[in-house]
């Protein structure tokens, strides 16, 4: 799934943070899906990087059967265990370039918050293995606001100030360009939603221990990040709160037999 060596295993130590504190997804994305590409209960669906369950979740609730395909064994355990309820669930250890699926046997390939840990020829292949006869791939990507508020706006400087490589990372976020590159002659259109998350302190500090870029505990820029954090907080709270805004973006289409040029 992830480009870096250590890659696979960088969110071990982030997990319980992970599953509180990153957002969810708006319901206008199956919406979307439904009326643009024909999504129902009944598809069958390949989560690709499904972490702990975010997304999973959601698919889980609008009734579909969802093979989750996560590499990090913290996380997937982690999330087995908070969908365990759900009977339509199967975990599956594998990554976006080696899912270890049948051949044509998902309707959807999903992709939530992952896309830029894959590398793109080898998981489109697979994901065109994968996929039946004129199946969809959709990758969903939250993306913070920079600059919406005075806060977001400080908040980003922040990261570039601790972040161990928050610009290299970021810098693989799916983009227009890159989402045109990977979908090549099938895609299909990209919609976006509003969306947003509202922390006291304990959510902030929660959330941002939850990037794979912020220093871990034990790392020398660890108890001054959260140092600056808090007065980072005190700077912008209201009522004890501050608010994350994003956009919440799909890109959807088809994919050829054939591999993104």
């Not at 480009?3 to 199956?30: C, H, I, M, Q």
């Not at 913290?74 to 976006?96: C, H, I, N, Q």
Request: charge should be neutral; charged fraction near 30%; proline fraction near 5%.
């Amino acid at each position: 799934m992830m480009l870096a060596t250590d890659s696979k295993e960088r969110f071990s130590n982030r997990v319980e943070d992970y599953v509180r504190y990153r957002p969810g997804y708006p319901r206008a994305v199956l919406d979307l899906l439904r009326e643009e590409c024909g999504f129902a209960p009944e598809s069958v669906v390949a989560d690709i990087g499904w972490g702990t369950g975010i997304l999973t979740q959601m698919l889980l609730e609008n009734g579909n059967v969802v093979y989750g395909v996560e590499p990090n064994a913290e996380m997937r355990a982690t999330g087995e265990s908070f969908l365990k309820k759900y009977r339509r669930f199967r975990s599956v250890a594998g990554s976006a370039e080696a899912t270890t699926l049948l051949d044509a046997s998902v309707d959807f390939v999903f992709v939530g918050q992952a896309f830029h840990w894959f590398e793109p020829k080898a998981a489109r292949a697979e994901f065109e293995r994968v996929l039946k006869p004129r199946g969809w791939v959709a990758v969903i990507w939250n993306e913070r606001k920079k600059d919406a508020t005075p806060f977001l706006r400080e908040y980003e400087t922040f990261l570039r100030a601790f972040g161990t490589d928050y610009e290299k990372v970021s810098e693989k976020y799916p983009q227009d360009r890159s989402m045109r590159k990977f979908f090549g002659a099938g895609a299909r259109g990209k919609k976006s939603f509003a969306n947003e998350q509202i922390f006291d302190f304990e959510g902030l500090r929660g959330r941002l221990l939850s990037s794979s870029y912020s220093p871990p505990k034990g790392h020398p820029q660890h108890a001054p990040m959260l140092e600056a954090l808090e007065k980072l907080f005190a700077e912008h709270a209201q009522d004890g709160r501050v608010r994350f805004e994003y956009l919440t973006h799909v890109y959807y289409g088809q994919l050829e037999a054939r591999g993104a040029e």
